[in-house]
């Protein structure tokens, strides 16, 4: 069993910088993949980054190549998403995942709660 716990949004004005974190407990964090998804009012949820179990491998939707970067400390058992040139179109509930049962983007076994990212224009 895997819990998921994101922190880290806010509310912010386009062109600035957050950095999200998702601390996991449970003994597989280390061996298996971590994503983040997102999901913007009246839309489905949809796939932003992925990372392998040992951060050698990292995947990214094209619309947020070039300006966010997911990363992994597996001795804190931490995912981060660092979100750089955000923009009002980033503004949705974030949600951290674990354990790909499939490829880069899914399906997750396990999600955590979200958190709310704002972008104001």
């Known amino acids: 069993q895997v819990q998921l716990v994101e922190s880290g949004g806010g509310l912010v004005q386009a062109g600035a910088s957050l950095r999200l974190s998702c601390a996991a407990s449970?003994?597989?964090?280390?061996?298996?993949?971590m994503g983040w998804f997102r999901q913007a009012p009246g839309k489905e949820r949809e796939f932003v980054a992925s990372?392998?179990?040992?951060?050698?491998?990292?995947y990214y939707a094209d619309s947020v190549k070039g300006r966010f970067t997911i990363s992994r400390d597996n001795a804190k058992n931490t995912v981060y998403l660092q979100m750089n040139s955000l923009k009002p179109e980033d503004t949705a509930v974030y949600y951290c995942?674990?354990?790909?049962?499939?490829?880069?983007?899914?399906?997750?076994?396990?999600w955590g709660q979200g958190t709310q990212v704002t972008v104001s224009s």
């Open positions: 449970g003994p597989s964090f280390r061996r298996h993949l």
């Open positions: 990372i392998s179990w040992n951060g050698g491998n990292t």
């Open positions: 995942a674990a354990e790909s049962r499939g490829t880069y983007d899914g399906p997750y076994n396990y």
